[in-house]
């Protein structure tokens, strides 16, 4: 599969501000805000996607290539000079934060241009099994309820909205859902999250 999942680093904060920037244009984190995420929140776990084959692009274009590769960059680059291949092929990202036994998901979010390609739910496939492994065993979050997209994306993975916090976006008054999981250790749960997670990889891998 072309996709990887890494733990986010303080390197790599300033290309999740650029996909935030995108991802949702009326409010943003500032770069402070990962920082003591990253390093002085200890119940805070960050993860960012890498799209390899798009890693692969940067890097032979950044090491020379052939005319061609080098027309391809130029359309794909980023315009800061100063581009770094690691860095740059970042695609999405996320976080949660564990409070005793809940995983409360701070943010979520893909690029633009890879978004509706199936990272948005492998980023929260990644959270559960993070969730699980760490001891968060109830999963929950606030979405805009005008954000049918992540609403989709969250009820297909057993997330009901279980109340509504009114106003709770300050750059439009908008209220948010408090959507919940039910206990993720469950059977029930396993084998929809497992049943999910099979087609998701298998579609994955048979895109290259
Ligand atoms: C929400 C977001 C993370 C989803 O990621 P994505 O990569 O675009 O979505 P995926 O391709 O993984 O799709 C997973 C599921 O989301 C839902 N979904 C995705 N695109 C959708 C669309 N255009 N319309 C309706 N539902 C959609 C579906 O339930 C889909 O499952 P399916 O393929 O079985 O139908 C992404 O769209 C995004 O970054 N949005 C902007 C930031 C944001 O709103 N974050 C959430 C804040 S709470």
Redesign the pocket.
Known sequence: MRYSIESMTMNDIPRVIEIEKL??PTSQWPQSAYRRELQENQWAYYFVMRDIRYENQLTTAKNGGDKKTQKLFSFFAPKNAAYNPKVDSIV?YAGLWLMVDESHIT????HPD??????????LIHLIDTSLKIGGFRLT????VS????Q??YR?YGFVAVSTRPHYYSDNNEDAYIMWTADIRTDQYREMFEGHRAKLINKLFQEG
């Open positions: 991802a949702y999405a943010t979520i979010a893909a890879w978004q509706g390609k199936g990272l948005g739910e492998l980023m979050l606030e979405v805009r954000n049918f997209v992540a989709n994306l297909k």
